[in-house]
């Protein structure tokens, strides 16, 4: 029978076999056998390099690790010195600050207190695809957060926008966690170095570009926004459902979907041809005790969308005629103009429109998109545009909402006018 040393020189498969053979082992060096089994099975769930023994001289067994910003190789007598390096290093912690994947429960727990429940599920879906689950991440994530130096972050941050080619939109959704949960360590006391997050900074040119989408698939030309205003009113009368008549008065109003589907007779105000924008119906997402979340649902809150302040939009006459119209055909008991459950009713309905014109299908944020661009195609003030759209700045509506939605013999119709004053002059 081997002795207590040499059982502790062997390997997990060794100590196994040794086992099979003898039958039995020293009863003080089962729990030893345990804990050795246990640890090996810890560190190769997260060591990503090889572990192997030298073939020269060098008879020790070698792996390696990043520390302090660097790769250093590691080498032990034996295999099991080597495992017991290798979980110290990972496992048992010379600082007090903890690692990401201790502390990211606790942070997500102030974030729920502090933040609405819809982006905390956000933040936890793309903690688990981004962190939890990535290889790439896997030795950051048990590395406790003042040994990670800036040149890990930016490293990791470029291995991970080649890998998933992301825009810069997608990588500050994934790298807001580091930068949060940085920040919540040193308001907390835990954390007195400063963050490496603000160390570095990727370039615009290092993401994939995204290119802006062409007018056809983001837009209604005015002959479609014709039809499809007629063919709402038709449905309404036809089927008795007054969501159809929601579409009419996003065409007039440039409301976003929720926004529209959250309106009261109350809202509307003829004398100063406005309508007060102040709710929204908006998804809840609902947290369970044991951490899942349960089926998202749909309510009016008096809230907008990024709690922007309430807007008065400006409408044409005509739309306050569509607004009696529902008022005299509406049945409910409160001053709510529509009753959905999810915007996905408006949605379907908007399809239903296209399909029988006959016109490629379009969502009903893209109705915004189309009241906005005949705006600004119909020489509009941009800041009035802006500030019936409720934005904070003119380039959110030029760079995302604007384009050119009229029929192509239009457009050529004003090129041929252009240099047909230039020929004549």
Request: hydrophobic share 35%; aromatic share 10%.
């Amino acid at each position: 029978m081997l002795k207590e040393t040499e059982l502790k020189q062997l390997t997990v498969a060794e100590l196994l076999s040794y086992i099979e053979k003898n039958g039995t082992m020293p009863s003080d060096s089962i729990l030893d056998v345990i804990e050795i089994m246990e640890k090996e099975k810890a560190v190769l769930m997260i060591h990503e390099y090889s572990i192997a023994q030298g073939q020269g001289k060098d008879q020790r067994w070698f792996s390696r690790i990043r520390k302090d910003g660097k790769l250093k190789k590691v080498g032990k007598q034996t295999r099991q010195e080597l495992i017991d390096y290798l979980y110290d290093f990972y496992f048992i912690k010379d600082s007090a600050v903890p690692s990401l994947a201790e502390v990211f429960d606790e942070w997500l727990e102030l974030k729920l207190l502090t933040n609405r429940n819809n982006g905390v599920h956000r933040l936890e879906t793309e903690y688990k695809r981004h962190y939890l689950s990535e290889p790439l991440t896997k030795e950051l994530l048990h590395t406790p957060m003042d040994k990670i130096t800036a040149i890990d972050l930016k490293r990791w941050s470029y291995q991970m926008i080649r890998k998933y080619d992301m825009t810069a939109k997608a990588y500050r959704n994934m790298f807001t966690i580091w930068r949060q949960v940085y920040d919540y360590l040193i308001c907390d006391g835990k954390l007195t170095c400063a963050s490496p997050c603000g160390m570095f900074k990727i370039p615009a040119r290092d993401f994939r570009r995204v290119e802006k989408k062409d007018a056809a698939s983001q837009t209604f030309t005015i002959r479609e926004t014709g039809m499809v205003i007629d063919k709402a009113c038709e449905l309404a009368k036809e089927t008795g459902d007054l969501v159809y008549y929601c579409i009419v008065i996003m065409f007039y109003s440039g409301m976003r979907p929720g926004e529209a589907l959250a309106l009261s007779f109350d809202d509307f105000d003829r004398e100063h041809h406005s309508v007060l924008v102040h709710r929204s119906l908006s998804a809840t997402e609902v947290r369970n005790p044991d951490g899942s979340w349960q089926t998202r649902t749909y309510q009016i809150e008096d809230r907008l969308k990024g709690n922007a302040e309430p807007r008065k939009v400006l409408l044409p006459d005509i739309c306050f005629d569509y607004v009696d119209e529902i008022r005299k055909r509406s049945d409910h008991e409160d001053a709510f103009m529509f009753h959905v459950i999810t915007p996905n009713n408006l949605e379907m309905k908007i399809y239903h429109i296209c399909d029988s014109l006959g016109i490629p299908r379009r969502s009903p944020h893209k109705i915004r998109k189309t009241y906005l661009s005949t705006m600004v195609n119909s020489s509009v003030p941009i800041d009035l545009v802006r500030a019936q759209a409720g934005h904070t700045n003119t380039a959110t509506t030029f760079n995302y909402y604007v384009y050119d939605n009229q029929e192509d013999e239009a457009r050529v119709e004003m090129i041929n006018k252009v240099f047909s004053k230039e020929k004549t002059s």
